[in-house]
């Protein structure tokens, strides 16, 4: 048995089925490369599904973790941090607009605080609860906790859970007339994603998210943007949505570059709507994350990787739409952020190739493969990969 069947095997005892059995242990990595416990080496174009946005034991995050660690890792927020404070101001800063900070561990709590901000304005809208309804997205993805879940468009993962918080109503991606329709008195926020990533890397429609923002406005509703997966830098801006001016924008994955942590920012009047005793969290914001996330902040501004990931961004593009293979049905996305669209539903054969050729990626949807990698990654390896994916596109369709 090679080290990855054994700690698969030791997996099937003991973890839950909810996964499903990984294929891979990994064991290290350094910039864009990771290894496994039988020392294969990747190139990994996924980062953790777009965490590690600087990638694999990025020296400035590792001393910025271990230099907290030696300081102080735990606080409880009955006391203030100076990471904590420093984040928020810099987040603040970085959105351009008056705003307050509610720091979660992940997305989904992100999504968590969001919600009870979109339910204090429900009820101060109508204190007879007559607008307490959310409208959000057909195929979007909000996050697995209780109420994320509620208004995640995916009914394959809602259902098994129901009844869940509401009432929600679910409208087409990227459809502002069906927006419009929905958006009513009875509305207190739209929750969209100004990139729709679980389900597929979906830019919106241009025009979509400024639509948006003035159906909310006209209804008194909250624009609450999940950029969960789509903030700091993925998609070449530092948010991909904040030309729509939401009222509240919820961050997590790459925040921190792998270190656990979300953030709620809520602009001018909704960032008063949460008072004293809403809400809280024990680990939400804890020093050790917060001064990664202040290592990821300084190393994009310092190392203009906002810059770097437009570029290598666009070469990525041009570069999947021109793959000579009939699998290719062409390629969508922002930012070092794309799905390679597929002509046949082979994308887990696909993921599974490009595994054995010593890249990570991942099968979003059936005829889908996401990229993600971290924003440092060269051109270089991008080109190699490039180079490589006729071959695997090749395997894959000769998978039985
Ligand atoms: C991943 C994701 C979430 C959930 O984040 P978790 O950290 O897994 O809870 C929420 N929204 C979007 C857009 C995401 O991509």
Known sequence: MTDNEQMRARWDRVMMANYGTPPVTLTHGSGARVWDADGTEYLDLLAGIAVNTLGHAHPAIAAAVAEQAQRLIHVSNLAAHEPGVELAEQLVALAGRPARVFFSQDGATANEAAYKIARRHGWAKDPSGGSLEIVAAEGSFHGRTMGALSITGNAAKRIPFE????????????????????????????????????????????????AARRITATHDALLVLDEVQSGIGRTGAWFAGAAADPDVLTLAKGLAGGMPLGACLAFGGAGDLLRPGDHGTTFGGNPVSCAAALAVLQTISADGLLGHVTEVGEALATGLAATPHPLVAGQRGAGLWRALLLSEPVAPAVEAAARERGYLVNAVRPDAIRLAPPLIITQDEVDRFLADLPDILTTAQETP
């Open 163 to 210: 009844p869940l918080p509401g009432p929600v109503t679910f409208v087409p991606y990227g459809d502002a007339d069906a927006l419009a329709a929905a958006v009513t008195a009875h509305t207190s926020a739209v929750f969209l994603e100004p990139v729709q990533g679980e389900g597929g890397v979906i830019p919106a429609p241009a025009g979509y998210l400024a």
